[in-house]
Structure formats: C-alpha cells, structure tokens
C-alpha cells in the first residue's frame, strides 16, 4: 500500500471524518520534547472529535504539561502506561484502533502488534511520526511506505510522516483555535497573565529562557545588561537554571542591573501564552521552537545536540527555509556554536534587539506565512481518510 501525501492546497478547511480510535505510543529518550508533542498530538486530535489512547513509558511530565490528562479529565483522551499494551487483561477489553501513530521511531510492544494481528481482520493505518527537520530529506521521505518484514504484522505497511516547514510536508502542530486566542491576548491579557506569575510590568524587554545546560549565557546577560530601558529575565526550570548558575559561578557580577525571575514548570498552555507575552524567546528542541513560530515574536532557537554534530546542518536548513535575515542567522549561530568550537564567541549587541523593526516584522511574518499551510493534524487526518477510502488497509487474516 502506498498513500501518497495529500496535494496541501486540498487541505484546507477540510473536516476529516473522525476516525473511532487512535493509538499513540511514544518512548520518552530525555527532555520534554517527546511527551511534550505527542501531547499536543493527542489532545488536538481529541479536540477535533476522535478519541485518541496515548501510551507512554514515562508520564510524570505531563502532572505539570497537561494538568488533568492522567486523572483523565481530559476529553477524548486516555493515558496508558506502556507496559500495559501487552498485558492479556488490558488487551482483551480493548476497542481496536483506526490509526497507530508510532512516536519518533520507538517501536511498538510485539504483544500488542501480535493481539490485534490474531484478532481483527483489518490491520491499522499505521503511522511513523518523525522529528520535525527542514532539511531537503523531509520531503522526499514524506508519506513513504515501509513495508513490516517480519513478526505478528509481517505484511503491513507503515508510513513515514514527516513535520515541516513547507507545503510538501506534513506541516506544523497548530489547534485550530490557536492563533485566535494568541490574537484576543492583548496588553490587558498579557498584564494579567504576568501578575499571575507574580510579575509586574516595569516596561523592560521581557525575555524568556528555556535552553539546555551549554547555552553561553553569560555572553547573554552581558547583552541585556546594556539594553535601554533595560531586561527582564524569565529563566525556566531545570537545564536554563543550570546553565544560568554556570555563567553567575564565572562571573558572580553577571546579572548586576537586570532582573531575573526563576518560574516554576508551568502548563504548556500557560508556557504558551509565557511566549506571546515575551519580548524575545529562547527555545530548544522540537516543541518549543514552534510554538515560538506562532507566537509571532522574536526568538532565538537552540537545536537538541546530537553526538555526530548532524545538528549544525538541521540548523542551517531551518535557518534558510524560514529566510532569516542576516542578524537572526548571526544569533542563532552565535547561541548554537558555543561550547563546540570551545571558543568564546562574542554576540554582535548592536544587531540584537529584541523590539527591533527587522527582527519583529520577520517573526511576525514568518507565522503568518507558516499559518497558510495545513497543519500537522488537519494534514494527518486527510492522510488517514485517504488511506481508508481507498480501502487500502491491508487485512490482517
Ligand atoms: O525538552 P526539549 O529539549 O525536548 C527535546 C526535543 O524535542 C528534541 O527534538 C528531542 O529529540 C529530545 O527532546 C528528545 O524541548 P521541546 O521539544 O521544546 O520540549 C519542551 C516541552 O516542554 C514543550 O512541550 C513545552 C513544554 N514546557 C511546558 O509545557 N512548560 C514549561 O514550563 C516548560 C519549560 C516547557
């Protein structure tokens, strides 16, 4: 079986009929970043009317991502632990499932690929969900097929579904109601939101941090040291923190003239709206970049490493698909290469302004302009129907 890729300009306003189930299975490898999009995944499906099961190894992230979810106070949406899927006494009272979405590659328990392969005739539309790339890669392999060679579901065919930037691929996460509600938070929205978080508003650029552990900070805070009319910082939980008290133990002066606010983890509709109501954002990984794209803000993105340093040419891809002028692609560079070349590379301040016009108008029309395509799960769903209109889900028996 071979589904190609819907032509995007079809995608639009499309309703695709709910499909009963979906099956969600993600392995989390470290970070936030898997459970982070597969959360997303699963509660925008379950918004648009399908009910989704997500299966996860480890869950303890989403007590603070998703509050409600594993109490189950979520519509739609049910969370599993992953051992679960191949136990006989769960397997025996599930309803099977339309699509399973196979999270980043991990694979699926074989008991649970054997149980629905003995007993239901019809097999899945069966989706591998890749990491989100702009490099040329993602949409040549974009709704490819790969056929199952061997075990309970020798046979089948999976198909790789691959996250983008462009219209050839399968797009960005993006709720329906998403830039609406980020357009009705206006200053009043915003004020309120910041006091919620025990922040006054002293018209300082606000600038949020959530980094891994080697970001140069400290070349950071020597830049928002000389803004006018000076810098707000909003350093998140955890590897931010880190990498905050790395640059204070090298320079304990560093934060003299600026404030700096330590959050606590908050939900990632809260983080959302943390990102709307920031001057300027500094994200990492997957999820967090693109919800600084529809933030419409300035940011500054630093990639997940990787240990063959595949990461530079999955930065340089993104930084040319999303046309970033000169001073984005110097920050970005600047923010990504420290620590690798063990040089103490400086960062340009007089091309980095957060409320600059080139940085401002370029964010905000880099969202309206990634808006226009479909998104993630509009392209997902069309791709699901497409699979079963066509009656091309193999039988199983
Ligand atoms: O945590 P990450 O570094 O995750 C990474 C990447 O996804 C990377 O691609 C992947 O390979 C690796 O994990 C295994 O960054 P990311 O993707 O931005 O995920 C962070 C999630 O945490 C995102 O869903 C936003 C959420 N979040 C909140 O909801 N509230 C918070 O307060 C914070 C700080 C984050």
């Known amino acids: 079986m071979q589904v190609s890729p ?190 919620g978080l025990g922040i006054a508003d002293h018209g300082e650029a606000l600038v949020t941090l959530f980094c891994y552990a080697n970001a140069p900070v400290a070349a950071l805070l020597a830049q928002l040291r000389g803004l006018q009319p000076g810098a707000h910082l909003l350093v998140t939980p955890g590897q931010a923190t880190s990498a905050m008290e790395a640059a204070l133990a090298q320079t304990p002066q560093a934060c003299e003239g600026l404030r700096v606010t330590h959050l606590p983890l908050l939900s990632q509709t809260m983080f959302d709206q943390l990102l709307w109501a920031s001057d300027l954002n500094f994200v990492r990984g997957e999820d967090s970049l693109v919800r600084a794209l529809w933030a419409g803000r300035p940011f500054v993105w630093q990639i997940y490493p990787q240990d063959d340093g595949a990461h530079r040419a999955k930065l340089q891809a993104f930084l040319s698909v999303v046309g970033a002028p000169a001073p984005v692609r110097d920050w970005h560079l600047h923010w990504n290469s420290f620590g690798l070349a063990g040089e103490d590379l400086p960062l340009p301040r007089a091309r980095f302004e957060p409320r600059s016009e080139v940085w401002d108008a370029w964010a905000a029309g880099l969202a309206s302009r990634l808006a226009q395509q479909a998104d993630l799960v509009t392209q997902l769903c069309a791709f699901v129907q497409a699979a079963v209109t066509d009656g091309r889900a193999p039988k199983t028996r």
């Open 6 to 195: 819907m032509p995007p300009s079809t995608l639009h306003g499309q309703a695709a009929a709910p499909a009963d189930v979906w099956d969600i299975f993600c392995r989390v490898i470290d970070n936030f970043g898997d459970v982070g999009v597969c959360w997303r995944l699963a509660a925008d499906l379950a918004a648009r009317g399908h009910t989704v099961r997500l299966w996860l190894d480890d869950a303890q992230a989403l007590a603070w991502m998703a509050p409600g979810a594993l109490e189950g106070r979520w519509p739609g949406v049910t969370v599993h632990p992953w051992n679960a899927a191949s136990d006989p006494g769960v397997l025996s009272t599930l309803r099977p499932a339309q699509v399973w979405i196979e999270g980043f590659g991990c694979e699926l328990p074989e008991a649970f690929v054997a149980w629905r392969a003995c007993t239901h005739e019809v097999a899945p539309i069966w989706i591998n969900l890749e990491y989100l790339s702009a490099e040329g890669f993602v949409e040549r392999s974009h709704g490819l097929p790969s056929p199952v060679m061997s075990g309970p579901a020798k046979g089948w065919i999976k198909h790789f579904f691959y996250p983008g930037f462009t219209p050839r691929t399968g797009g960005l996460l993006r709720e329906t109601d998403l830039l609406t509600h980020r357009r009705n938070f206006g200053s009043h929205e915003r004020k309120a939101f910041l006091h």
